[in-house]
């Protein structure tokens, strides 16, 4: 369990920035295009996993967006991390029209075993985030390679390489700390595209995280949780906050003065050749 701990921020990850909503929209748009060309009737629903769903509020909000346009939908929410089921539930009971959508919640499950469950070949993946490792990179690409292979259009997104998360990431590399979460869309498009898969790439620019104020920082745990995957293996904070002075900007949020990060992601999608 201690590997997922990068994640544990993620509730005020998403409270502080504008994720949910840049990414919603961008998947709600592609889904809508993949349906378009999976479909030719609407009235039956679209089958979308989410592996990795972690709180399910982007399947909640694209779920939602799908239905304002007229595409039912039939979910399954894959997460490995059983901590997450209640706040899966929460994030689904303020679904609108929920009861014409329909959401199969798997959680603690993982991609490999949810993979040879009936039905588990979906019209569209998604691995949002997911891929922050070795370990986890090669789940999403052989899970990728599975699914493309029966049909199913799949979606990865991960920080792009000139996030600002990525790049104290890397600074902190260089200053000796291991084991850091790092961007590995970049790797899965380059093997992806060498095994002959159509793959496109995109960049969701417009992302930002409201970090606080600079002299707070220190007391911010879930910031060291998110960017680390553990508080307590930073030994020294003070020593990074002149790497987040030079990678951040300033801004007002709330009339009061806080610094942000620019957060965009790479993502890619990927089908089989037709």
């Known amino acids: 369990m201690a590997k997922l701990q990068w994640s544990y921020g993620l509730p005020q990850f998403l409270e502080h920035s504008n994720e949910d909503a840049v990414c919603s929209l961008f998947i709600g748009n592609l889904a809508a295009s993949a349906f378009r060309r999976l479909r030719s009737e609407?009235?039956?629903?679209?089958r979308i996993a989410d592996l990795g769903c972690g709180q399910a509020s982007k399947a909640a909000l694209v779920a939602e967006f799908l239905h304002e346009r007229g595409i039912a939908t039939n979910w399954d929410l894959i997460d490995i991390d059983g901590r997450w089921k209640a706040a899966i539930f929460k994030n689904l009971a303020r679904v609108s029209n929920a009861n014409r959508m329909h959401f199969n919640v798997l959680c603690p499950v993982a991609a490999d075993t949810w993979l040879h469950l009936p039905p588990a070949v979906p019209h569209i993946a998604l691995f949002i985030h997911v891929p922050?490792?070795?370990e986890s990179e090669e789940?999403?690409?052989?899970?990728?390679?599975?699914l493309v292979s029966l049909g199913s259009f799949v979606l990865i997104s991960t920080e792009h390489p000139s996030s600002g998360l990525?790049?104290?990431r890397r600074r902190m590399t260089d200053l000796g700390y291991n084991n850091l979460p790092s961007e590995r869309t970049t790797s899965l498009e380059t093997r992806l595209r060498n095994d002959g898969l159509v793959v496109k790439s995109y960049v969701l620019r417009h992302k930002y995280?409201?970090?606080?104020s600079i002299d707070q920082l220190v007391e911010v745990d879930w910031f060291w949780d998110l960017l680390s995957g553990d508080k307590h293996n930073i030994n020294d904070k003070v020593e990074l906050l002149d790497l987040i002075r030079q990678v951040s900007f300033s801004k007002y949020r709330r009339g009061r003065a806080t610094i942000s990060l620019h957060?965009?992601?790479?993502?890619?999608?990927?089908r089989e050749r037709m």
Not at 42 to 46: G, K, L, T
Not at 139 to 146: G, N
Request: net charge negative.
């Open 42 to 46: 609407s009235a039956q629903p679209i």
């Open 263 to 270: 957060i965009p992601d790479l993502v890619i999608t990927v």
């Open 209 to 212: 995280l409201d970090i606080g």
């Open 132 to 134: 922050y490792d070795d």
């Open 139 to 146: 789940m999403v690409y052989r899970v990728t390679r599975a």
């Open 166 to 168: 990525s790049l104290l």
